[in-house]
């Protein structure tokens, strides 16, 4: 008799796996809210993956890379101010406008490039 109590208690707690999982049911860090995010919609009774829904995980190519993937306690903290918008204009986009403004791609009557980019013609 032992054998078909051990099964029956086998198959209950097989089919406890399928039910629904709860606060009651999971240990304490179970949340029902923080699971899986969906990557399509349900319409009427069917599933539909969407595209962008699905994540992509991009991974860099780290061969010979040198650096190591962490950062020493140790190591002496720096302060620097916030980057301004003023800063990261002179910094990045300056140098162009000044050189095609020497170049003289830039007129006084208008601001758009020669490249045929003027707004109205």
Do not use: W
């Amino acid at each position: 008799m032992p054998i078909i109590k051990d099964l029956i208690r086998g198959l209950y707690r097989g089919a406890n796996r399928h039910k629904e999982m709860t606060s009651k049911r999971g240990n304490k860090h179970f949340h029902p809210s923080r699971g899986i995010q969906p990557t399509g919609l349900k319409i009427g009774m069917r599933f539909k993956n969407v595209k962008e829904m699905i994540p992509e995980i991009v991974v860099p190519n780290l061969e010979g890379f040198t650096l190591k993937p962490y950062v020493s306690h140790k190591c002496p903290d720096t302060e620097q101010p916030p980057v301004t918008a003023r800063e990261l204009f002179d910094a990045c986009i300056a140098p162009q406008v000044r050189a095609d403004f020497e170049a003289g791609k830039f007129s006084d009557a208008t601001t758009a490039t020669d490249d045929g980019q003027n707004t109205k013609s």
